[in-house]
């Protein structure tokens, strides 16, 4: 093959890759929202933990993370969002488990939206210092779409006998329509 048809069809193959690579569906990120709660220890007259007061989650803005941010990508092409996972896990102190949580769900919540259940769980055993949480088949992009997607959480259970930190890892699974101009769409 001539030199000059091979270094030409090298170019081009150069210049539509990217094109064949964001048109070819390669349009899923992945997701991890992190919050961190501190459950205060309870007195003999407190009973129930309420609200698990994991705040970093109150609101959560999908189009602000870094790598949808650095594509460019705008509320109108989410797609889809699935959540994979939520874990929580014990931070502090040593030796605290999740015993003293009956049951723990997470909602979903947007303006002009019902309020959802995304992730449920507990009892947990005695020992349980990490958890994952049981995720319904949940579509969530109209959620993540609007103006603010706040996730909150409500907890059953007693108080723990010290403070108690808690981690809590939000996977989701974002797509996208990334065509654009560049795919006709």
């Known amino acids: 093959m001539n030199p000059m048809v091979r270094r030409w069809r090298s170019s081009l193959i150069v210049f539509f890759l990217p094109i064949a690579i964001t048109c070819g569906g390669l349009d899923n990120f992945l997701i991890e929202e992190q919050s961190r709660a501190v459950i205060q220890r309870g007195s003999v007259l407190e009973q129930f933990v309420g609200a698990a007061g994991f705040d970093d989650f109150a609101t959560v803005d999908i189009t602000q993370n870094q790598s949808l941010a650095n594509q460019g990508v705008e509320r109108h092409q989410i797609d889809s969002v699935k959540i994979l996972f939520v874990t929580m896990t014990v931070v502090d102190p040593a030796g605290q488990d999740f015993s003293f949580i009956d049951s723990m769900e997470f909602f979903v919540e947007a303006p002009g939206l019902p309020k959802v259940s995304i992730a449920t769980g507990g009892p947990f055993a005695a020992d349980a210092t990490t958890v994952e949480l ?34 809590a890892n939000i996977m989701l699974d974002v797509d996208v329509n990334v065509e654009g101009a560049a795919c006709g769409g």
């Open 134 to 167: 049981t995720i319904p088949d949940t579509e969530l992009a109209d959620y993540a779409a609007s103006e603010s997607m706040n996730i909150t959480t409500q907890a059953r259970g007693r108080r723990p006998e010290q403070d108690t930190t808690i981690d």
